[in-house]
């Protein structure tokens, strides 16, 4: 199946620094791909839709500025968490849809996810 | 507005007996539907899907969920739980709009018990 590379999974940072998570599609290309948060004992919340090319779309209540999304290539995506807070500190989980499957389905593959926490 | 509900937040079954966790749904049009399994401090990973054709839909690790139109359900099942069956379940629905997100019920913990 398709396989989905969230780097790091582990990261520790102090307050005010800033932290990318990347997101790899290895075997397939993403012209999409969704990043999430999630808090403890609760499900996914959708944070933006990254399109390969252009700018990321945010949902409502995330700040932009705050988390940067890049999507410049049809195989990686980056989250970038600005002046980090503890309050940021949570588990953020990548998915990636393939272009060429899947499309019209909907069907996501997912990264690993990566632990947040700020000091 | 489009749906998806896991009426049980948790859900505890003894080895080797059948399992089910439940969804429901609301949506306009035909509905995609999913089960992703989460464990602990991991990604989601895929386990089945139902877009048309058979109401039971056959999908990992011995899994299979049965669509009711009339219920507007897509419960997940497996005959004879595994303690490694014990996870976080998530079913979804495809948005019906153009970008083909999905809407996430609020996830289910099944515990299997030994």
């Known amino acids: 199946g398709a396989v989905v590379s969230q780097h790091p999974s582990r990261v520790i940072c102090k307050s005010g620094t800033s932290v990318k998570i990347e997101c790899r599609s290895l075997d397939f290309q993403a012209t999409t791909m969704f990043w999430y948060r999630q808090f403890p004992k609760q499900s996914l919340m959708l944070m933006a839709t990254s399109n390969e090319g252009s700018k990321a779309t945010y949902e409502q209540g995330v700040e932009k500025d705050k988390f940067l999304i890049n999507h410049a290539s049809l195989t990686l995506s980056t989250l970038t968490v600005t002046s980090a807070h503890p309050e940021d500190s949570s588990f953020y989980i990548c998915?990636?849809?393939?272009?060429?499957?899947?499309?019209?389905?909907?069907?996501?593959?997912f990264g690993e996810g990566s632990r947040l926490t700020v000091l | 507005a489009q749906s998806v509900a896991q009426p049980e937040d948790q859900v505890n079954v003894a080895e080797g007996n059948p399992l089910t966790v439940k969804c429901t749904y609301s949506?306009?049009?035909?509905?995609?539907l999913f089960w992703y399994v989460q464990y602990p401090n991991r990604g989601l990973q895929f386990l089945l899907k139902?877009?048309?054709?058979d109401n039971l839909v056959k999908g990992s690790y011995g899994f299979e969920a049965e669509f009711n139109k009339s219920q507007t359900s897509f419960h997940l099942k497996k005959p004879s739980a595994l303690v490694s069956d014990s996870a976080l379940y998530f079913c979804a629905v495809r948005d019906t709009g153009s970008n083909y997100q999905l809407i996430w019920g609020a996830g289910t913990k099944l515990i299997i018990k030994p």
């Open positions: 139902y877009i048309t054709g």
């Open positions: 998915s990636a849809r393939d272009r060429d499957g899947g499309v019209n389905t909907g069907e996501l593959f």
């Open positions: 949506v306009s049009g035909n509905p995609y």
